[in-house]
């Protein structure tokens, strides 16, 4: 061991490394938060197909716990039909992505008119907590003010 580190320096460099904890992959995380209002964006032919799949395959395979068997099934089935058998689910697929258009329309009117409003609703509402606050704090002090 000519000039080398001996084993215990290098555990005792690696220790006093400091790590800044980092989100996954080392990057900050730049997405927004959800909003919970906001529609579900709608099913695909596939997965309105895989609701009912569901459904018929825990009726014949009771015992199965699964659920990648059930998914795999599915897949296996789903790509077997044929353009007439899956023309139902996908009609489904496109009413639930029409209404899904329309209620994102009215979510995306909303967005744009709605926060003003919901500014105000939760000003008054702290207002009327503060309110409240000060009616308590002003009836404490003064019994009080009164035993002292």
């Known amino acids: 061991m000519k000039g080398g580190k001996s084993k215990s320096d290098a555990k005792s460099s690696k220790l006093s490394v400091n790590k800044k904890p980092t989100t996954k992959g080392g990057r900050k995380s730049t997405k927004a938060a959800k909003d919970?209002?906001?529609?579900?964006?709608?099913?695909?032919?596939?997965?309105?197909f895989?609701?009912?799949?569901?459904?018929?395959?825990?009726?014949?395979?009771?015992?199965?716990?699964?659920?990648?068997a059930v998914g795999k099934a599915g897949g296996d089935k789903w790509k077997?039909?044929?353009?007439?058998?899956?023309?139902?689910?996908?009609?489904?697929?496109?009413?639930?992505?029409?209404?899904?258009?329309?209620?994102?329309?009215?979510?995306?009117?909303?967005?744009?008119?709605g926060p003003k409003d919901d500014d105000m609703e939760s000003e008054k509402s702290v207002s009327e907590v503060n309110?409240?606050?000060?009616?308590?704090?002003?009836?404490?002090?003064?019994?009080?003010?009164?035993?002292?």
């Open 131 to 148: 309110d409240d606050d000060d009616g308590d704090d002003e009836e404490g002090s003064g019994e009080e003010d009164d035993d002292e």
């Open 80 to 113: 077997s039909m044929s353009e007439t058998e899956k023309r139902p689910y996908v009609e489904k697929a496109e009413k639930r992505k029409a209404e899904y258009e329309k209620n994102m329309k009215a979510y995306n009117k909303r967005q744009a008119e």
């Open 36 to 48: 919970p209002n906001k529609p579900k964006r709608p099913a695909s032919a596939f997965f309105v």
């Open 50 to 68: 895989m609701e009912e799949f569901r459904e018929q395959y825990k009726k014949d395979h009771p015992k199965n716990k699964s659920v990648a």
